[in-house]
């Protein structure tokens, strides 16, 4: 019998990897989405509404698993007041509406896993980071993974194994950092922001589904883990690796921060703090990345094009 698989975000860039990527003779997947979809194969769709905190409940029935991603685009739009409140709100209603229908309905699950993000860290330097590290003392980014991951741990009673994933720079062609890295690119050039000393901690969009899916799989995997691979890299390098993936010659140039502040204001802070995370908890346990070299993730995430 397959498992079914609940996830909030699941039309998003890892939400929609994942249904591509895991075996459909082995997984169905009930998908919570805003809007009327129409079913296929191995995937339905049910409705819910975070302003009204209601969903249809048929979609909890004999789920095993239950994935929360969902959170409006961190880097979509300029970080007013009211754009950081529905940043914090649509990750954390999310979770609070999942555990105030299981609750009502009397439901428990098998296994519940809930994203959150690297920006628990802040701006921490060259300092090493391990999923055992304190979050930073200030910072949007911190106190919106902290208020969602206090969202997360509200999960827990409904699970016999509950675990958060704090996630990285995800690496795809289909959307996030990379895709827009990649853009100029094409011309010849690849930017890095300020003195680019500052650390970016990111995954291949494939090993951070293959984590997910290890999770799933496996009981010992409970806790907190940090969805990065094992190379963190300053920005600079980061940038000189991919310089030359369209074309053989090509430059790595700054792009000034005060330039970043006058387009960005707040949000520059995303590109321009120094996370510098390791995957402790992932190869403790004996998870095995397939990309940690980061000129191969990215030449492979643009010949296959996902």
Excluded at 68 to 89: F, N, Q, Y
Excluded at 242 to 255: C, D, E, F, G, R
Aim: glycine share 8%.
């Amino acid at each position: 019998m397959k498992k079914k698989i609940l996830i909030t975000g699941g039309t998003g860039l890892i939400g929609s990897r994942m249904i591509e990527t895991f075996d459909p003779e082995e997984y169905s997947f009930n998908i919570l989405t805003r809007s009327k979809k129409q079913n296929f194969g191995n995937v339905h769709y049910f409705q819910w509404d975070l302003d009204e905190m209601t969903l249809d409940r048929k979609a909890l029935q004999d789920v095993d698993t239950i994935i929360s991603l969902a959170g409006a685009g961190i880097a979509d739009k300029r970080w007013t007041e009211h754009r950081k409140k529905v940043l914090i709100e649509s990750r954390v209603k999310g979770n609070t509406l999942i555990a105030k229908s299981l609750k009502e309905s009397g439901i428990s699950v098998n296994t519940i896993i809930c994203a959150s993000a690297i920006g628990y860290y802040g701006d921490r330097g060259a300092e090493v980071l391990t999923a055992d590290s304190a979050p930073a003392k200030e910072g949007f980014l911190t106190e919106c993974s902290v208020l969602w991951e206090d969202s997360a741990l509200a999960l827990k009673p409904f699970a016999n194994r509950h675990s958060i994933l704090r996630i990285g720079i995800v690496l795809s062609t289909k959307g996030g950092a990379l895709e827009k890295m990649l853009l100029p690119l094409r011309i010849g050039t690849s930017g890095y922001f300020g003195n680019g000393n500052q650390y970016y901690s990111w995954i291949h969009i494939d090993d951070l589904v293959n984590v997910i899916r290890t999770i799933e799989k496996n009981k010992a995997y409970q806790g907190i883990f940090n969805g990065v691979n094992e190379n963190p890299l300053p920005l600079k390098t980061f940038a000189k690796r991919i310089k030359n993936t369209y074309l053989p010659v090509a430059i790595a140039m700054p792009i000034p921060t005060f330039a970043l502040k006058l387009a960005m204001g707040e949000m520059t802070n995303m590109l321009t703090n120094s996370t510098r995370v390791m995957p402790d908890k992932l190869t403790s346990l004996g998870f095995k990345f397939q990309y940690n070299d980061l000129q191969k993730a990215v030449n492979d995430l643009v010949k296959r094009k996902i």
